[in-house]
Each structure stands twice: as C-alpha cells, then as structure tokens.
C-alpha cells in the first residue's frame, strides 16, 4: 500500500512544511516580543510577518487578529463579549459543547437544525447575539449566511479553516491551527468592530487575553496555512471527487446506510455516515486492527455514553456512526483499500 | 409483541427490534437508552416504517 497513512482522522499530522521550520522556529521566535532587547525585537518583527500572513489567508485586517492558545478561551470572548443587558443568545443544535456551555448561564434559545444541518434563519433583535458555525466539525455541512440576522454575529470557523469567506456581517470569529494542519494549541480570534465588543473575561489591561501563546507555534501555524492553503488549491477537486466516490460505494455496495448532507452543501473533505445496526465500536476496533484510525459520533465512543447531539439534531441514525476526514496527503488507492474493508466487516457484523 | 430491551445499549435495541419486526407487524419496545428516540426516527425514516412514542421509554413500532 506503499504511501498509505490510514489516517481518516480529523486530527493530522502537522504540515510538513511547518514541521520542517519547527526547530528554527523555536530557535529564532524564543525572546518575549514585548520586551526592548535587539532579540525580542527580531522576535516581534517574525510575530508581525506571521499575523499578517494569518490575517491575509482569513479575510482579516492585521489588527483585527489575536492569537490565543486555547480555543475554549475564545469561545468566552468571542459570545460573552456580544452580549448587553438584554441579550439573548441564539445558537444552531449543532453548535459545540463550548456554545451549550455559554448558553446555560445567559438567556438563551437554541435554534432547532434539519437534516441537512440548516438551523431556522433567526431575525433576532439589535441586541441579540448568533453563534453562527459556517461548517461543522462532525459533519462537514455547510451553514447558510446569516445575512437576515440583525444582531452581531460570533463566527465559528474552528472546522471550516480557511476553505470558506466570513460572512458580509460579522462581529467576532474563531479558528482553530488545526484545520489547517497547524500545531494543536493556536488559534485565532478576530474582533470586527472594537467598538461593540468588550472584555467579558476577568483582565488588567488593555490586552484582549492575559494568557499567553507561542510565538514560535504562531509562527508555524502561518507557515502550515499557506502551505495548506496552496496543497488543498491543488488537491479540491480530486478530494471532491473521492467524496463522491465513497458516497456512491455506501450507497451502491453497502447499503442501510445514513450519509450526513449533500456534497454541494458538505466540505469536501469531511463526510460522516451510519450503518443501519452496525456496533460502531467494535467496528471502530476492527478497523483499526486493520490499520485505519477514523472517529465516530455514537454513544460507545463519547465520554457520557450519549450519542452525538449533531446527529441526533440532523435526526440521523446515531449508532454505527463513522466520520472521516480526507487529508490532502490522501490518495485513491488508500480510500479504495479502506471501503472494501468497510464492505467486508460490515456484512461480517451484519450477518 | 412486547420487547423488553431495557438496559440494553445501541445499536442492540434496534437490532432486536427488527428482528421482532420479523415476526410480529407490531411491536411494542421498552428501551432506556438514550440513543433510541433519535435512532427510531432515523430508522424509521431510512426503512420506511412507522414508531409512535407511547410513553417513558416506551414505543410503538408498526412494519409497514
């Protein structure tokens, strides 16, 4: 199988790219850029190349972007720092848990989703708040813009990265380094208009987060963006293509099986589905015997023991759930090699 | 049919379930997992059948 990595896994590798400039990195970006030493000038000078470039690949203004190392931080001051006297919070069913968490101590409605992930288009009031996700993590679905909403707008682009615009309105925003296939402990949070938004988290000063990051994993996170960048130019439509291939073989050669949303309204390179009486488990277990890591949304695989709340939410099948991410490293042969051992165990498990 | 899947975890209800199916062309199902009110609709809904939540943890199935 030669170049196979059997990884379907939403977490990768780092970028090679940026694995490659990871020790100079540390070498070169290790003073403190706020300092007045010649070494944490040259330092500030490699922090402002990489947030320019960050800012160039996500429609932002160099001073509209704040790195922050933990991604749940950003959730905080990206929705608490919307909210007034009067607000309410609106969120989509399918929102991650950080949203569920905010929701519970603000008022707060939750917005019902359909099957294909589409949460009702909320009005709202000049006051209220949207955590709007342009993609989501689990399922890949793709959310229409929010452009009817009169409130502001908390961008959620932890899984869409860079592959989809801002939205015309848009008050605060999150990503996370990994969509990109950057280090795990970055990310980027954007603030729209300084003048709506203010410090919901405890603060001394005029910074938007007392907590500090990593200048060299900053660096290497802007690195990993463009090469991604430039890789999934490359790649899209390949990718898109086997995204179509696997649907056709679940459909055609398996059979029972529940596929989350459209291509045309899906990313490209994430795809979750369900085999109707299947045992995600044990078929997780037998796939990975078999060199394949991929991750799934039943309940056997979540910390609780609930099933996923995006699935159940879209109001599809819960247990035998997979969920698979296409890396731009993948190629045919690997995804062909691994639907033919899907067939095979899942007509083992169902017999 | 009564079909007494409590305690049991997913996917065996609905395994269970359409085995019984088999047999009976109703079926009622006690199940106390969390995930059987979302699978009954989804495997409702992919098998062309019919569930009616008849009580706690208690449904009624109908092949169709």
């Keep these: ?351 | 049919m009564e079909l007494d899947c409590r305690g049991m975890r997913c996917p065996l209800p609905i395994i269970k379930l359409a085995t019984a199916l088999k047999e009976s062309e109703e079926v009622i199902l006690l199940s106390d997992d969390p995930a059987t009110l979302p699978d009954l609709s989804a495997w409702a809904r992919m098998t062309g059948n019919f569930y009616e939540v008849v009580g706690t943890n208690k449904y009624f199935v109908k092949r169709l």
């Design chain 1, 1 to 351: 199988m030669g170049s196979v990595t059997g990884n379907f896994q939403s977490e990768t590798p780092l970028h090679p790219a940026a694995s490659a400039f990871l020790t100079e990195a540390f070498d070169r970006g290790w003073a403190s850029p706020d300092k007045r030493h010649a070494e944490s000038q040259k330092v500030a000078i490699l922090l402002n190349e990489a947030k320019e470039s960050l800012a160039g690949h996500l429609g932002l203004r160099r001073e509209q972007l704040e790195i922050l190392s933990d991604p749940a931080i950003g959730y905080h001051l990206g929705i608490s720092g919307l909210l007034r006297e009067g607000s309410r919070l609106l969120y989509p069913a399918i929102s991650r848990s950080e949203v569920f968490a905010i929701a519970e101590g603000v008022p707060a409605e939750k917005l019902e989703t359909d099957s294909r992930g589409v949460a009702q288009s909320p009005v709202g009031e000049f006051e209220d708040v949207l955590a709007w996700q342009s993609a989501n993590a689990e399922t890949g679905t793709i959310a229409p813009t929010p452009d009817t909403f009169a409130g502001r707008i908390f961008v959620d682009a932890t899984a869409s990265g860079a592959l989809l615009p801002l939205p015309n309105r848009w008050s605060t925003a999150l990503w996370s380094s990994r969509a990109w296939q950057g280090p795990a402990g970055v990310s980027i949070f954007a603030i729209g208009d300084r003048a709506i938004w203010r410090n919901a988290l405890p603060h001394f000063d005029q910074r938007i987060s007392s907590s500090d990051f990593s200048v060299p994993l900053t660096i290497a996170s802007a690195i990993a963006l463009d090469a991604f960048t430039a890789d999934y130019k490359e790649r899209r439509s390949e990718i898109r293509a086997l995204n179509h291939e696997i649907r056709d073989f679940l459909h055609n050669e398996i059979g029972d099986v529940d596929i989350a949303g459209g291509i045309d309204a899906t990313l490209p390179h994430l795809l979750s589905f369900s085999f109707l009486y299947i045992d995600a488990e044990i078929l997780m277990n037998e796939l990975d015997r078999r060199g394949f890591a991929v991750d799934s949304g039943s309940a056997c695989n979540s910390a609780n023991m609930e099933p996923s709340h995006v699935l159940a939410a879209m109001g599809l099948l819960t247990h035998g759930n997979i969920r698979i991410a296409l890396h731009n490293e993948v190629n045919r042969n690997e995804v062909i090699e691994f639907l033919k051992t899907l067939q095979v165990l899942i007509a083992e498990m169902r017999a």
